[in-house]
């Protein structure tokens, strides 16, 4: 899955970027997901716009439709979640059965210092 998230600047206790997301799980098959990134914890600093690219681990290779919906939270720093998952990931979508992993972030720049509980809310996009 890939998204494109906000610029925007951290505050003390946290901050939050508005995600625009393509899943493409198959050839010719593409689902749209909107929603938002959440950081609580230390977070300070600004950062630009980012595109980022999540691995989706699920159950099964064949997802319905708008599987990817829901609410993901996770350690954002270095703590693990699940085996063979990395500090990173989030668990969370349909039956809390989904995990994000990001696996790159390009177009980050800026300067920013954070560590702490992230969140992301997704919505499926008809």
Known sequence: MTCNASAGTGFVFGSSRILSCIFAPSPG????????????????????????????IAPTANLAPGSLAGNYAG???????????????????????????????????GLNVAAGIASIVLRYRR
């Open 75 to 109: 350690a954002s720093a270095g703590a693990a979640v699940g085996a063979g998952i990395g500090a990173n990931a989030l668990i969370g979508g349909s039956n809390q059965q989904i995990a994000l992993q990001p696996l790159s972030i390009e177009g980050q720049t």
């Open 29 to 56: 098959r593409r689902e749209r997901y909107a929603g938002t990134i959440d950081k609580f914890g230390i977070d300070i600093g600004y950062t630009a716009a980012a595109v980022i690219v999540w691995g989706v």
